[in-house]
């Protein structure tokens, strides 16, 4: 048998001396017995199954029956028994070497009627039962996936499988109806959703106390995520990876750090003008005291980086350095005097997908921040390539473009497309609404790319307004639609008190919009959508045609999606805590691609001296209301104070 499967213990079969010789007792425990037997028929098809497996081979996993050496495990199943008393024992346990936090759990049953009771809860006569037993042991320290196998040939095999995430209540069905490679179930399980959401909001966790480090350590907001995004894209670096921990100088790891971050970006076939200025971004880390003082410092910011994020980021596609700017900034003046407000990565997504974007689309954003709408649609194009590298090397060079004026975003922004493996010669660092370097911008692409820029899709989440000097965010609606190829989709999300205004300048400039635009649709959004920023605005998200004028007799979209699933938690701050987010998503779409109309969802001739937005028009029956409803929104508002209290 192979080394990495370990049999903890033999078949138990009731000794002879312990039956009861009288005929009726007698059967029943040659029936037990014989049924024993039959299931060691089942064991041994999954046995064989995994025995054969590539990982099995190549011993990266360790299968063991019944029992486990590991001692995490064990300790679990103490008092795990499917009787109710003792140590649980499942057929199979199976761990990954290189994958510590997941284990498979398999449990195995002869008789296809005992596959699964309907309340779940026989735990020692069904497959189902035991197994989620098992799991719901297991989970407090393990993410699980739990197999449920019953019959006596392979021809009858009946298999349930099931993800339960740490930490978790509920096991969910994952995969299909059959045994798979052990390959397999490690791809699955990392692209599973809920797997996302855990280590999504592990993340967000590690952030806060990420800042409270660098806060210590005296390193100002405004250049923290700079710090990140220079030592990710250092780790990129294999001989800087491999030889980092040897430097014995603070002041050789700092020089070696920042020299690999500009050999990184100049890998990235950038103009020089460009690594200059990101050179310059960067090179607060040659001369930080926290640096230069004591060598290990940096190491082990390096080292945890590596562990936390880096990891995180070759896994799923998103936009961490957004994420980690968001809470670098929540609690410091300068986010909010700048207007910056960063999108949700599920609203950058839902842009994506309310778009069409596919392979073909050249998508802009001429305010693009740490570029969360270009990495998801980014992400979205390479995905539709299906595998076709030169395509996905024109959709990395040639149909993502950007704007950003602020130094120290633009370098974020920049280092962000590296390392999601981008293009990110096509970001521009320059005012959008200065035409001598819009037309600098289109020159340097066409040199670059030898393609003129003609964009076919805009995102953006401007700059919101301040004070009264700032610029207005339907002026950066209005530059981007500019930009746009005609009948091109422009999609922004800007605050609710644009599209409500019925005169003054923001009355003007809907009547510039709807003049050379048309207005296809609004939606309403969740009022605490920017929580994680700690900015309180109330947004609507717009979609235009561009260069086409609003047709009189066209009536526009409108959606009251305020409700996303996602709900505010003390450790995560607003996430999709209860995965809900994707039904949501699903509905929101057919909503606005079928022109739906239902009572939060209809469409209706508009104007610019109108309100653009649906709860304008909403007829709402309040005789539908209960007291009930009354009582249960209080008890909600309660619980949540209770549980988000100090």
């Known amino acids: 048998m192979n080394n990495n499967i370990r049999k903890m213990s033999k078949l138990e079969l009731i000794p002879d001396h312990k039956k009861i010789d009288k005929g009726g007792d007698q059967r029943i425990l040659e029936g037990q017995t014989c049924s024993l037997m039959n299931e060691r028929i089942t064991e041994n098809i999954v046995r064989e199954h995994f025995k054969k497996d590539a990982l099995v081979k190549d011993s990266k996993v360790i299968i063991e029956e019944q029992d486990s050496i590991n001692p995490r495990i064990n300790k679990l199943l103490k008092n795990a028994s499917k009787k109710g008393l003792g140590k649980g024992k499942p057929e199979f346990i199976i761990s990954f070497k290189d994958e510590s936090n997941l284990i498979i759990v398999i449990e195995c049953k002869a008789d296809i009627t005992k596959h699964e009771s309907k309340k779940r809860d026989n735990y020692s006569e069904y497959a189902v039962d035991g197994v989620l037993l098992y799991s719901s042991f297991l989970s407090k320290s393990f993410d699980v996936i739990s197999i449920a196998v019953s019959g006596e040939t392979k021809k009858e095999l009946k298999v349930s499988q099931f993800l339960q995430i740490r ?41 806060k106390q990420l800042n409270e480090r660098l806060h210590k350590l005296k390193i100002k907001e ?21 030889s980092y921990e040897k430097h014995k100088k603070p002041k050789t790891l700092s020089g070696s750090l920042v020299t690999t971050i500009s050999e990184e970006l100049k890998e990235g076939n950038i103009q020089d003008m460009k690594i200059q200025d990101l050179e310059r971004e960067y090179s607060f880390i040659r001369h930080h005291e926290s640096f230069v003082s004591d060598v290990n410092i940096l190491k082990d910011i390096i080292k945890d980086i590596d562990t936390n994020i880096h990891s995180f980021i070759k896994t799923y596609k998103h936009d961490v350095l957004g994420q980690f700017y968001i809470e670098f900034l929540r609690y410091a003046n300068s986010d909010k005097g700048l207007g910056i407000v960063l999108t949700p990565p599920h609203i950058t997504d839902l842009f994506v997908d309310l778009a069409k974007v596919n392979k073909d689309s050249i998508v802009f954003d001429n305010c693009c921040g740490t570029g969360g ?25 040639k149909q993502i473009i950007g704007f950003e004026f602020q130094n120290d975003i633009f370098a974020l922004a920049c280092s962000n497309m590296f390392i999601h493996k981008d293009g990110s010669s096509s970001i521009f660092k320059g005012d ?9 911008s289109k020159e340097d692409f066409k040199k670059k790319t030898g393609s003129e820029m003609k964009p076919n899709v805009g995102f953006l989440n401007p700059p919101y307004k301040n004070i009264k000097s700032d610029t207005e965010e339907f002026e950066f609606v209005l530059n981007n639609l500019e930009i746009l190829e005609p009948n091109g989709t422009c999609i922004a999300i800007i605050p609710m008190s644009c599209v409500t205004a019925t005169e003054g300048h923001l009355l003007e400039l809907k009547k510039r919009l709807m003049e050379k635009h048309t207005l296809d649709a609004v939606f309403s959004m969740p009022n605490e959508l920017f929580f994680n920023s700690n900015v309180g605005t109330i947004c609507a998200i717009v979609v235009f045609k561009a260069h086409q004028p609003h047709p009189k007799n066209k009536e526009t979209f409108l959606g009251y999606w305020k409700d996303d699933g996602y709900v505010k938690t003390r450790r995560f701050g607003r996430a999709d ?26 469409t209706k001739l508009l104007t610019p001296e109108d309100e653009w937005c649906v709860e304008a028009y909403m007829q709402v029956d309040y005789s539908i209301l209960k007291e009930d409803d009354f009582v249960k929104s209080i008890k909600d508002y309660v619980s949540f104070k209770l549980a988000n209290s100090d």
């Open 167 to 207: 930490d978790t209540f509920e096991a969910k069905d994952f995969l299909g109806v059959d045994l798979l490679s052990l390959e397999n179930y490690l791809d699955e399980y990392k692209n599973d959703e809920h797997k996302l959401h855990q280590d999504f909001n592990d993340l967000m966790v590690y952030s």
């Open 222 to 242: 405004s250049i923290r995520s700079l710090l990140i995004s220079g030592i990710l894209l250092a780790l990129r670096n294999e001989v800087f990876k491999t």
């Open 373 to 397: 709408f270009l990495i998801s649609a980014m992400n979205k194009m390479i995905d539709d390539a299906k595998g076709n590298n030169v395509k996905i090397k024109d959709i990395k060079n």
């Open 432 to 440: 959008c609404f200065k035409p001598d370097f819009i037309e600098q």
């Open 577 to 602: 805590y209860n995965n809900k987010w994707e039904k949501i998503r699903t509905q929101w779409l057919d909503e606005y691609e079928n022109k739906k109309r239902t009572p939060y969802c209809f």
